[in-house]
């Protein structure tokens, strides 16, 4: 049973659009919530992360957004570069630590010229 | 300033082999674990450590062992090897604190004959 989903395996957007990527989890027990940027043959990178008593966390281009009654967060970036194709991966944990994160099998973003 | 370093970067074996994947930081981060990431698949948490001595399994333990007898160090070993743990390996490590982000190794790719 999944408990970080990412319902979508790949997102194409054009150059300085916006992108746009989902994720919901089932657990409420987590409470803290990162995304991380992977490219092929490396380690995955983080990117930004929220707590769960936040509902919005901002980093320059990259914004997540939790709606913790949908068991919903979004990972907005405004505006798309080409260097951000990547596979994105949405994790959690519960008790505020970061040792035991949970998954989502990612989302692969293709940001065309 | 190496972060976490792993060795080797990849790995071929045979059936009932043993090895020891090897993986060292320089953050004086206190909690460390290991994942593994299958094709298609998000990362799953095999063992974590939250300090020197002290150490857990995780989603997907079987066949696999650890052990910490340093802050620094945190070796992942395969008793004996089997084909169903063909796959990435990757060691990540955090503060101790609430809230602080995993950072990741780059993987050692591990092929079981």
């Known amino acids: 049973d999944q408990q970080v989903k990412q319902n979508s395996p790949s997102l194409s957007v054009q150059e300085g659009r916006i992108s746009i990527l989902n994720c919901d989890y089932t657990n409420s027990m987590f409470d803290y919530f990162l995304w991380y940027k992977k490219y092929p043959a490396e380690g995955p990178t983080f990117l930004i992360s929220?707590?769960?008593?936040?509902d919005k966390n901002e980093d320059g281009r990259f914004t997540v957004f939790l709606n913790k009654s949908a068991k919903h967060l979004s990972l907005h970036i405004v505006p798309s570069q080409p260097g951000d194709s990547a596979v994105y991966f949405c994790?959690?944990?519960?008790?505020?630590?970061?040792?035991?994160?949970?998954f989502g099998k990612g989302t692969k973003l293709t940001v065309n010229p | 300033n190496a972060g976490v370093t792993q060795t080797p970067k990849f790995q071929v074996l045979k059936t009932g082999q043993s090895m020891t994947l090897q993986c060292a930081q320089d953050m004086n981060h206190e909690y460390m674990s290991w994942y593994r990431q299958d094709p298609g698949m998000g990362l799953r948490l095999i063992h974590y450590s939250v300090g020197a001595g002290i150490t857990d399994q995780g989603e997907v333990p079987n066949g696999y062992n650890v052990s910490r007898s340093t802050t620094e160090d945190f070796p992942l070993r395969l008793l004996s090897a089997a084909p169903s743990q063909t796959s990435v390996y990757f060691c990540a490590s955090s503060q101790g604190f609430s809230n602080q982000p995993q950072h990741f190794g780059d993987g050692t790719r591990l092929s079981i004959l």
């Open positions: 929220i707590s769960s008593i936040k």
């Open positions: 994790a959690a944990d519960a008790q505020g630590g970061s040792e035991k994160l949970v």
